[in-house]
């Protein structure tokens, strides 16, 4: 098992690349703790090659920072974090000198803050665009939860 300090050493050795510098960054804006993090999303939200997040999260495991999860089956590509990314991403950055096991993923020290929203725009009409706001951090299961609540809505 890899100490605090070795961890600490290698994250900001991964650091040193534009790249992963990039997805740092992203990962230190997470407003909650999140277990896993696919590839996807990575490459959604910074705009990464998906050969460059795949050798990222190897480099990951290598630390013991997270399990690099391979999609089969109907699962995608994503790491399980063995730390709270954004506890991850502070080291990296230089922020922390070393990782330790933390106990932020539970939030609540992090109860009070804003969410990170964007801004959508959906065309309903042709002539009709809505415009509506969603946390940075929106999840398929959410997605799932608002599509059942339009359901539901009275209008024919």
């Avoid at 050969?51 to 399980?80: A, H, P």
């Avoid at 964007?118 to 997605?143: G, H, M, N, V």
């Amino acid at each position: 098992m890899k100490t605090g300090a070795e961890i600490g050493r290698g994250l900001r050795g991964l650091y040193r690349s534009p790249v992963r510098k990039n997805i740092f960054d992203r990962l230190s804006r997470y407003q909650r703790f999140v277990r896993e993090t696919t590839a996807e999303r990575i490459q959604r939200e910074c705009d990464s090659n998906y050969q460059d997040i795949l050798e990222l999260f190897q480099g990951l495991e290598d630390l013991e920072v997270g399990k690099y999860l391979v999609g089969r089956r109907g699962n995608k590509t994503r790491i399980s974090w063995n730390y709270d990314p954004r506890d991850v991403a502070a080291v990296a950055r230089g922020e922390c000198d070393n990782l330790e096991l933390s106990e932020r993923n539970d939030d609540s020290k992090r109860l009070n803050e804003e969410p990170l929203m964007r801004e959508c725009e959906f065309p309903l009409r042709p002539d009709l665009k809505i415009l509506f706001s969603l946390p940075d951090d929106f999840t398929q299961k959410e997605a799932d939860r608002l599509a059942a609540f339009l359901k539901t809505l009275p209008f024919e």
